[in-house]
């Protein structure tokens, strides 16, 4: 922070007169008035409180900010950066878990501001003083105050001018609340550090993006939906240097719209409220900002870190000179770092050239309109209310790049009638506006485990009825099937050749051509393994079509790209890292055992298939009759395992075929899939069976 307060002192000093600020309803900052201002409200909150202490900043975006945040630090405070206006529960939360000294709203500023007279030549910005206090989203669980020190303020903000993303002549154009970590770093951090200029609105529209061009703004921070919807509008002529997006992911095609009809850069930031800036991406890829290091590791692997291979997809771990030192309030016990990094719950992939992609995301939060929703903390609002007993939050898309809040509800009592216009305000005296859910809906009951934890998901349909004891749990069972496959991926392909004698290459390739995959198609292979149906498939699409083999774990991904596979994606089916209607065609063979909710999974699938895309299932299905059920498991559970073994030559072979024997026989029947299939939306859907107990299904995306 001492470097942002000397450069303000540094740029007073040589254009006092310079605007620096230009608030939503025109009012204007100078460097000698922030200067003056900054140090005379210092001054009234050291007799107020001790150093070291917090103190809520709760003024609007603008030169009030500033002006706040900059007095705060300045007196050896942290500043806790909140929302004007903020709803009273969070509020309450802030007092409650962080107890600051003072809350400097509108009004005592003003006060402060009135009663205090200080000049530029007495200002103390030569001192290093406090930090800031952001809320952060949470990655899992509740979200939690994170606290920047001084140092790691002033790191952030340099790796951005650092960048060249901000210059000193720029003008800033913004509508970031400057209490977000976004705002704070491109609408105050940054252009202070640098000598840049801000143009502050209080909301993004069409007509506000057209005033700031016409006012020669150079750099336009936004959202990916603001910046699609401004390159579709009739653009005046402008003198924009740069425009910067955040918050959620940018779409190829927002992007190439927009550099198309502005003829600049659209730079896509990459970033955390707990590490500040990560990356930025100027179209090729993301190149992390100085003093920033990003690890890939095995998103499944939560005791250690262990880095995935080279090309493989993985968790994004960051170490960053920027990053918070510690967590205050009631959730600072917790632990989110390893080893000195951060672990975003985001998934990537680093490209040949060393530059990274986001592929998906791990975690439960979700981006509106750029800004963060943990469901966990929007449930925990409408539980307040009386007649409310259970509230589930979830995202809705409504449009590509467009995504709403959704609550389902189960209420106190069935008698009860409570409409959703009534809950709806309710809600929104306690959450910010981004976060009040835009549906809601009522149910009778949750489904609930056996210890009466609700299940996120109402309906559950599990592929195996019944699975050995110390696999019921899905953490457990994740853990141990993660090992057993990495341990016996080079000898996989050898013990399922021997058990199918050879058959499986050409019963393969004749589903997949019977159920219409083409040369030039996409196709998905879920759950590859170690690639033999993605081999395949490229063989059948040709090298016009794509297929990207996809399966969570690292070691039989390694064997598939070993083997020629040429596009593979750590993890899991019940997340897939792709955009909506991204697939011709997604296949799954002998992979159903191993998630927790076919549902989920189909409707996965069926979120990134076209209009008219296909899915094929390929499954083993247990033999029936009083004579070839019993032949059958013994085949199975002893024969299989021990062939395994044999032509595998590795030991490690023999539990991945018992556990593979097992879950076939206590399988769900083929009625069970079909129905699945059928309720995430396929039609056409079909169950054919080969010898009796080799099961194929298909479905359609309907047009």
Same mark, same amino acid.
Not at 161 to 186: K, R, T, W
């Given at each position: ?579 909506? !209607?991204? &697939?011709?065609? $997604?296949?799954? *063979?002998?992979? +159903? ?5 076919? =549902?989920? %999974?189909?409707? /996965? ?74 309720? !995430?939306? &396929?039609?056409? $859907?079909?169950? *054919?069976?080969? +010898? ?5 299904? =298909?479905? %359609?995306?309907? /047009?």
């Amino acid at each position: 922070m001492n470097r942002l307060l000397v450069a303000l002192a540094e740029q007073c000093a040589t254009a006092p007169d310079r605007v620096r600020v230009t608030d939503p309803d025109g009012r204007e900052w100078t460097n000698r008035a922030l200067l003056n201002s900054v140090d005379a409200v210092s001054r009234a909150i050291e007799l107020r409180c001790a150093a070291g202490s917090f103190v809520a900043v709760s003024v609007p975006s603008g030169g009030h900010f500033w002006i706040a945040s900059l007095a705060v630090m300045l007196a050896g405070c942290d500043a806790v950066l909140m929302a004007n206006a903020a709803p009273g529960a969070m509020m309450e939360r802030v007092q409650r878990e962080l107890a600051p000294s003072i809350i400097i709203d509108s009004a005592l500023l003003a006060e402060l501001i009135h009663n205090s007279a200080a000049s530029a030549a007495d200002s103390k910005c030569t001192q290093p003083h406090g930090g800031i206090v952001l809320l952060s989203s949470g990655t899992t669980g509740v979200s939690r105050f994170v606290h920047r020190s001084p140092e790691a303020v002033d790191c952030v903000a340099a790796g951005l001018v650092d960048a060249q993303l901000y210059q000193p002549n720029d003008i800033v154009g913004s509508f970031l609340p400057m209490h977000h970590a976004y705002g704070c770093e491109h609408a105050f951090l940054a252009p202070l550090l640098c000598g840049a200029s801000v143009r502050q609105q209080a909301s993004f529209t069409i007509e506000g993006a057209h005033e700031f061009i016409s006012q020669g703004v150079t750099v336009l921070p936004l959202v990916p939906a603001a910046a699609a919807a401004l390159a579709s509008s009739v653009i005046p002529p402008h003198t924009l240097r740069c425009a910067v997006v955040a918050g959620s992911p940018l779409r190829k095609q927002v992007r190439t719209h927009f550099e198309r009809v502005f003829g600049i850069p659209l730079v896509d930031l990459y970033g955390a409220s707990e590490v500040g800036t990560i990356w930025l991406d100027r179209g090729t890829g993301g190149h992390p900002i100085a003093g920033v290091d990003v690890r890939l590791v095995d998103p499944l692997c939560r005791e250690s870190m262990i880095d995935v291979p080279t090309g493989a997809g993985g968790e994004l771990a960051v170490r960053s000179n920027a990053a918070f030192d510690r967590i205050v309030g009631h959730a600072g016990d917790q632990e989110p770092m390893q080893s000195g990094y951060f672990r975003t719950g985001d998934l990537g992939v680093r490209s040949a050239d060393g530059l990274f992609h986001i592929t998906g995301r791990e975690k439960l939060v979700f981006d509106v309109a750029g800004l963060k929703v943990n469901p966990y903390d929007i449930e925990a609002a409408i539980e307040e209310h009386p007649d409310v007993a259970v509230a589930l939050v979830e995202p809705v898309v409504l449009a590509d790049g467009l995504t709403r809040v959704a609550a389902s509800i189960e209420l106190t009592s069935p008698d009860i009638q409570l409409d959703a216009a009534t809950l709806r305000a309710f809600i929104a005296e306690r959450v910010p506006a981004h976060a009040v859910p835009r549906t809601i809906s009522f149910v009778k009951k949750f489904k609930r485990t056996a210890s009466g934890k609700v299940l996120r998901m109402a309906t559950v349909i599990p592929p195996v009825v019944a699975r050995p004891s110390q696999l019921r749990n899905r953490s457990d069972r994740e853990r141990w099937t993660q090992a057993l496959f990495n341990n016996s991926a080079m000898g996989y392909d050898r013990a399922n050749g021997a058990l199918l004698g050879g058959l499986g290459h050409s019963y393969r390739r004749r589903i997949l051509q019977a159920s219409g995959l083409r040369e030039g198609m996409s196709v998905l292979d879920v759950g590859s393994g170690t690639g033999m149906c993605a081999l395949l498939e490229q063989e059948i699409v040709g090298k016009s079509g794509r297929v990207v083999a996809l399966d969570p774990s690292s070691g039989m991904l390694e064997v598939a790209r070993t083997r020629g596979v040429r596009e593979t994606v750590l993890g899991a089916a019940e997340h897939l890292p792709f955009a909506s !209607a991204s &697939f011709d065609c $997604v296949s799954m *063979a002998y992979m +159903l055992r191993h998630v927790e909710d076919m =549902r989920v %999974v189909f409707a /996965e699938a069926r979120r990134v298939l076209r209009t008219g895309g296909r899915i094929v299932v390929l499954e083993v299905t247990a033999a029936r009759g009083t004579i070839a059920a019993p032949i059958f498991r013994f085949a199975m559970r002893h024969v299989a395992p021990a062939v395994g073994v044999l032509a595998s030559g590795r030991p490690s072979t023999f539990p991945m075929m018992r556990y593979w024997a097992e879950t076939v026989d206590d399988a769900v029947r083929p009625a069970v899939i079909v129905s699945a299939l059928e309720t !995430a939306g &396929f039609v056409g $859907v079909r169950h *054919a069976t080969e +010898l009796s107990v080799m099961s194929y299904y =298909r479905g %359609v995306v309907p /047009e």
